[in-house]
């Protein structure tokens, strides 16, 4: 079993930049794919980025590649998300989840889900 809580998310302004945190607790945290997904009112749950075992690969979609960037700190236990030039279409409530195997972009290759943190953009 894993526990998994985000933080992070608040109201910000196009253009800014915000980090959120995933805490993880339970298990062996070193030894599960990591992704950040993201789910906007009336739409999809859709990843953000993955990253995989040993913080050495990553993957973003296009829609965030280069401007988000997915690390891990397995000694603490916590996936991070760093979003820099953030758009008013990157508001959603953004969840992190552990399982897969990497590149994992389907929310059903991941097995335990954190409750979200909103991130809301205004223009």
């Known amino acids: 079993q894993v526990q998994l809580v985000e933080s992070g998310g608040k109201l910000v302004q196009a253009g800014d930049s915000l980090r959120l945190s995933c805490a993880a607790s339970?298990?062996?945290?070193?030894?599960?794919?990591m992704g950040w997904f993201r789910q906007a009112p009336g739409k999809e749950r859709e990843l953000a980025a993955v990253?995989?075992?040993?913080?050495?690969?990553?993957y973003y979609p296009a829609s965030v590649r280069g401007r988000f960037t997915i690390s891990r700190d397995n000694a603490k236990n916590t996936v991070y998300l760093e979003m820099n030039r953030l758009k008013p279409e990157d508001t959603a409530v953004y969840s992190c989840?552990?399982?897969?195997?990497?590149?994992?972009?389907?929310?059903?290759?991941?097995?335990?889900w954190g409750q979200g943190t909103q991130v809301t953009v205004s223009s």
């Open positions: 339970g298990s062996t945290f070193s030894s599960y794919v």
């Open positions: 990253i995989g075992r040993n913080n050495g690969l990553t």
């Open positions: 989840a552990a399982g897969g195997i990497f590149p994992a972009t389907q929310p059903n290759q991941y097995t335990y």
